[in-house]
T-cell receptor, first 114, second 114 residues
Framework: GNSVTQMEGPVTLSEEAFLTINCTYT??????LFWYVQYPGEGLQLLLK?????DKGSNKGFEATYRKETTSFHLEKGSVQVSDSAVYFC?????????????FGTGTKLQVIP | KAGVTQTPRYLIKTRGQQVTLSCSPI?????VSWYQQTPGQGLQFLFE???????NKGNFPGRFSGRQFSNSRSEMNVSTLELGDSALYLC?????????????FGPGTRLLVL
């Protein structure tokens, strides 16, 4: 079945540093890929998505490119802020009995210090 | 449009009791999925309901059950609570009409079992 491997956290960065959170996947076919973010005490919010190979999803300064050749969907941001401190989840849907089931990575906690 | 709402937000129970959690999806969404989130296991899929029918189920014991009403609202029940059931329970909704869709999450219900 489909699976997602995400880099372990926590990741601690200074404000304005460059961020990369690695995500690789195993899937049959070409599923959409998602990044979700979870701020402290809240549920998950969709951060960005890409629906096909070479697509770049972007939102709030974050970007991720769907790389079929390396089966990766790494999340990047050029200059992080304290408000970006959260847990980030890579995810992909898979078909189970004809219906969608979403597989999430283990999450990467990001802490940005001033 | 109102987002996904979950009630209650916090709950404290004792071992052996049962609990019912509620989720109201975004208007027009017919699919509701439930997830359990714990520090040790991460995000784990419980089940998905669509048009009042369970169409996907994760690997949880029969103590975990759910249902969906004709207005798409969903409830999740856990009977004979165990300490290990302490977790954040998230529900997510989507229209359910096709695969590869974005899921929209509620804020979660935090359950503490003493």
């Amino acid at each position: 079945g489909n699976s997602v491997t995400q880099m372990e956290g926590p990741v601690t960065l200074s404000e304005e540093a460059f961020l990369t959170i690695n995500c690789t996947y195993t899937a049959t076919g070409y599923p959409s890929l998602f990044w979700y973010v979870q701020y402290p005490g809240e549920g998950l919010q969709l951060l960005l998505k890409a629906t096909k190979a070479d697509d770049k999803g972007s939102n709030k300064g974050f970007e991720a490119t769907y790389r079929k050749e390396t089966t990766s969907f790494h999340l990047e941001k050029g200059s992080v802020q304290v408000s970006d401190s959260a847990v980030y989840f890579c995810a992909l849907p898979s078909n189970s009995g004809g219906y969608q089931k979403v597989t999430f990575g283990t999450g990467t906690k990001l802490q940005v210090i001033p | 449009k109102a987002g996904v709402t979950q009630t209650p937000r916090y709950l404290i129970k004792t071992r052996g009791q049962q609990v019912t959690l509620s989720c109201s999806p975004i208007s027009g969404h017919r699919s509701v999925s439930w997830y359990q989130q714990t520090p040790g296991q991460g995000l784990q899929f419980l089940f998905e309901y669509f048009s009042e029918t369970q169409r996907n189920k994760g690997n949880f014991p029969g103590r975990f059950s759910g249902r969906q009403f004709s207005n798409s609202r969903s409830e999740m029940n856990v009977s004979t609570l165990e300490l290990g059931d302490s977790a954040l329970y998230l529900c997510a909704s989507r229209t359910g009409g096709k695969n590869q869709e974005t899921q929209y999450f509620g804020p979660g219900t935090r359950l503490l079992v003493l």
